[in-house]
């Protein structure tokens, strides 16, 4: 008989204990890393920024006004205005779209990817996890920022590239963490138990292995967010990601270098969203590490 069929409600009884540790441990960072809080609150602002850009500004991000370039910060225009005659807060609003969604969803790409890529390899081992790691220990040779490159040089400039690219790099990093546990858990005794007891392989990975992998991923994905922030933001600096008349941080930090001294504010203001946003995950990452990992805990 399988596991299943010995417990019936065994399963739902795993899923609602991992509910109440998740719990259990957000409450312990809300009690112990005021800094972690803070920073999820702050992250919070920036979606709704981002959400509702349209109804915090008049203007749209790609509204030029010749007459008016160039404008230092008033009231009518809070950061002033570019080259172009763009208003810079709203294209500031609509800039932390794209770097939201591009921190995040290659982030999940790469992640999701990982673990499962990472769970089959050190699970199956042999000539399957031999295989694996040599292709992971390739992606890992290469500079991520310089791969980044020769992919979007390959595949064009794009948001849609842009997360390829960014997915494509970061997987093998997330492969090898969660490989590592894997190898750890697969000696357990409640592994070997289902085992016995004939559980299919795909079950013990994804019930048994893949749950007690989930607070190593969430702090990988917190951590490995602002990484993807900033490659972007390298990215659009460099001229091979996001590309005019779009909004996007980097690329206003490229545009506005041009006149740093006698417009400051055109580099200035997306120059420290940036960092406050990396920060911020950074900051959050670090609380969620300390409260899910096992060795650390009090």
């Known amino acids: ?16 204990g991992e509910a109440e540790t998740f719990k259990n441990q957000l409450l312990r960072l ?6 972690a809080v803070f920073s999820a609150f702050v992250i919070f602002l920036f979606i709704l920024a981002a959400v509702f850009a349209p109804l ?3 203007y749209g991000y790609a509204d030029e006004d010749i007459m008016n370039r160039l404008q230092p910060p008033s009231s009518e225009h809070w950061l002033g205005t570019d080259d172009a005659g763009r208003d810079v807060f709203t294209r500031l609003l609509y800039g932390a779209r794209i770097s939201l969604a591009v921190g995040i969803i290659p982030t999940m790409i790469s992640i999701l990817f990982g673990a499962m890529v990472g769970i089959i390899a050190g699970f199956v081992g042999g000539k399957v996890d031999a295989v694996i790691m040599r292709i992971a220990d390739v992606m890992l040779a290469f500079p ?6 020769v992919i979007m040089y390959t595949l064009g400039d794009g948001i849609i590239n842009i997360f390829l690219a960014l997915a494509l790099v970061n997987w093998a990093s997330v492969a090898r963490v969660v490989r590592s546990e894997t190898l750890a858990l697969k000696k357990s005794e409640y592994v070997e138990a289902a085992r016995c007891i004939g559980v299919k392989q795909r079950v013990i990975m994804m019930r048994h292995i893949l749950p007690n992998c989930l607070p190593s991923m969430i702090v990988l994905f917190t951590l490995n967010i602002p990484s993807s922030i900033l490659a972007e933001s390298s990215l659009s600096f460099l001229g091979v990601g996001i590309q005019l008349p779009q909004a996007a941080w980097g690329l206003m930090v490229n545009t506005g270098r041009q006149f740093f001294y006698s417009h400051p504010w055109l580099s200035l203001a997306p120059s420290i969203a940036i960092m406050i946003i990396v920060m911020a995950f950074n900051f959050l990452g670090d609380g969620l590490r300390d409260v899910m990992d096992p060795h650390l805990k009090k």
């Open 1 to 16: 008989m399988h596991e299943e069929q010995l417990n019936p409600t065994l399963h739902s009884e795993e899923i609602i």
């Open 30 to 35: 809300k009690r112990e890393n005021k800094l």
């Open 56 to 58: 915090l500004t008049p």
């Open 144 to 149: 991520s920022m310089l791969l980044a490159m």
